[in-house]
């Protein structure tokens, strides 16, 4: 069993800047490509970003292109997601979970999501 811890989450300006967590634990983190999903208030939840075992190849839904960036530290079990000149519209919960599917952008084809962050932009 794996588990996922996300943290970074808070209140921010339009236009601000977060850093978003997530340490795995139970497994070799190496060995999953893994993602970042949010999901906001009354709307299903939707693919963020995404990056490879290796962290050579990244991915972005075109709502983050240029704005968010995927990285990860494989010696420290963590996954980032840094997220500037952020939009009301970002406003949602976030979440990391583990692509059963590398390079995939289908919610349903990630697993063992963790609890999730809230993230809050102000206008």
């Known amino acids: 069993q794996v588990q996922l811890v996300e943290s970074g989450g808070g209140l921010v300006q339009a236009g601000g800047s977060l850093r978003l967590s997530c340490v795995a634990s139970g497994r070799t983190f190496s060995n999953y490509a893994l993602g970042w999903l949010r999901q906001a208030p009354g709307k299903e939840r939707e693919f963020v970003a995404g990056?490879?075992?290796?962290?050579?190849?990244?991915y972005y839904a075109d709502s983050v292109k240029g704005r968010f960036t995927i990285s990860r530290d494989n010696s420290k079990n963590t996954v980032y997601l840094q997220m500037n000149s952020l939009k009301p519209e970002d406003t949602a919960v976030y979440y990391c979970?583990?692509?059963?599917?590398?390079?995939?952008?289908?919610?349903?084809?990630?697993?063992?999501w963790g609890q999730g962050t809230q993230v809050t932009v102000s206008s």
């Open positions: 990056i490879t075992r290796s962290g050579w190849s990244t």
């Open positions: 979970a583990i692509a059963r599917v590398q390079g995939t952008a289908v919610p349903d084809e990630y697993d063992y």
